[in-house]
């Protein structure tokens, strides 16, 4: 049913070498370069002038001899790798011809600056090299490559998106609920206010005064966002993480951090549930197209299956698998997959509504929290289904 999201793990798979990579270059204005890179990704790396021998450490002959501001720091780094037991290896392009002849591997790149070099694709070949890199313009591709090996990046976590098809939807409650039932069965999970007009899934939780960053202080953010730093730094309110808005001044977040943000919830595996607003701008389109899943909420009214129509027009133009969920009865005269069809999009299930749930929720109780509730078994219904597609076991 749930086919084509990526699978879920409930931590990332660690990478061989201790997430360090493997640096080979005597060109020190490159190893400054490629120093300060690694850095930026929050990686210590290892530095050679050519493939190590097995046991040699880290920094070996690196004092002295290849000169600049780092000798120190590339002296220092302790520690045996090996040519095939790094993560990544970075070749600088002064010692390809050194490198030629090793055991052939994944994840080598060949670095360095000159763009002009017609003969740098042939030195690439010999070395077997995964892709050539020129700096400055690959530094931010170069960055992601590192920070992977750092983060120990394994499979993405199932993104799942929730929208409501009209306005009171109920699509921030179904979003909270799926994500504190994740949790609960035990799935690393983060739940994304991506809504900053819809007063704070932190409240929903009941945790609006949580310690942890919020949205405006990622406004500014630019590159890549560490998954490990950002989980961190969230407030943790049963068992997950949210990243809410705050009760301050509106503050607009740019496209670019709204995609950073997100990618860096999927890198830690799991879960992320996002709550999506009624409008697809530029930064709505960004996480949109991250998602493996998008769930409408449509309550069964006319009116809401009118306004649910223009609604999913404009998600489909972004996401990749819209699907709906009709919320309480349906119109006379129409069932849920009748409702479904007249939105184009397949039916992922029946919410009924749950008498007493605004009530529990305003004295501090989050939706889904009651595992007998109808809410809350829909969500365990759901992730049944989709975490099962998604790891290939038949829903």
């Known amino acids: 049913m749930f086919g084509g999201g990526s699978p879920s793990t409930r931590a990332g798979e660690a990478v061989p070498g201790g997430g360090r990579p493997l640096i080979i270059t005597e060109d020190p204005l490159l190893l400054d370069d490629l120093l300060r890179l690694c850095a930026a990704a929050g990686a210590e790396p290892h530095v050679h002038h050519a493939v190590p021998e097995p046991g040699e450490t880290g920094g070996s002959g690196a004092r002295g001899e290849a000169g600049g501001e780092n000798a120190d720091l590339r002296a220092s780094v302790p520690g045996s790798i090996g040519w095939d037991s790094a993560p990544l290896v970075l070749v600088g392009d002064d010692a390809a011809r050194r490198v030629r002849g090793a055991p052939r591997r994944d994840a080598v790149f060949l670095v360095g600056r000159d763009l002009d070099d017609p003969l740098v694709w042939q030195r690439a070949l010999e070395i077997g090299a995964e892709e050539v890199l020129r700096l400055p313009d690959a530094?931010?591709?170069?960055?992601?490559?590192?920070?992977?090996?750092?983060?120990?990046?394994?499979?993405?976590?199932?993104?799942?998106?929730?929208?409501?098809?009209?306005?009171?939807?109920?699509?921030?409650?179904?979003?909270?609920?799926?994500?504190?039932?994740?949790?609960?069965?035990?799935?690393?999970?983060?739940?994304?206010?991506?809504?900053p007009?819809?007063?704070?899934?932190?409240?929903?939780?009941?945790?609006?005064?949580?310690?942890?960053?919020?949205?405006?202080?990622?406004?500014?953010?630019?590159?890549?966002?560490?998954?490990?730093?950002?989980?961190?730094?969230?407030?943790?309110?049963?068992?997950?993480?949210?990243?809410?808005?705050?009760?301050?001044?509106?503050?607009?977040?740019?496209?670019?951090a709204m995609r950073s943000v997100v990618a860096a919830a999927r890198r830690r595996g799991g879960v992320v549930v996002v709550d999506l607003p009624r409008r697809v701008d530029e930064a709505v389109a960004e996480v949109l197209a991250q998602l493996d899943l998008v769930l409408m909420v449509v309550p069964g009214e006319l009116r809401a299956l009118a306004a649910a129509g223009r609604v999913a027009a404009g998600v489909r133009m972004v996401a990749r698998d819209v699907r709906v969920v009709v919320r309480g009865r349906c119109p006379e005269g129409l069932d849920a997959e009748a409702v479904a069809r007249l939105l184009g999009a397949p039916l992922a299930g029946e919410v009924p509504v749950e008498v007493g749930l605004p009530g529990r929720v305003a004295e501090g109780e989050p939706p889904g929290s009651r595992g007998r509730g109808a809410l809350a078994k829909f969500c365990d219904g759901f992730w049944r289904r989709a975490l099962g597609s998604a790891q290939g076991v038949p829903a």
């Open 197 to 256: 007009l819809g007063g704070g899934m932190d409240v929903l939780l009941g945790g609006e005064g949580a310690e942890g960053l919020r949205w405006p202080d990622f406004a500014a953010s630019r590159g890549r966002v560490g998954a490990g730093a950002l989980e961190e730094s969230l407030p943790e309110l049963h068992a997950l993480r949210v990243l809410s808005w705050d009760r301050g001044d509106r503050v607009v977040v740019p496209p670019a």
């Open 139 to 195: 530094e931010n591709r170069l960055v992601d490559r590192i920070a992977d090996v750092v983060e120990g990046a394994g499979r993405p976590a199932l993104a799942v998106g929730v929208i409501g098809g009209s306005g009171g939807a109920g699509a921030s409650t179904l979003a909270c609920a799926l994500a504190v039932r994740a949790a609960r069965a035990g799935e690393r999970t983060i739940l994304i206010d991506g809504d």
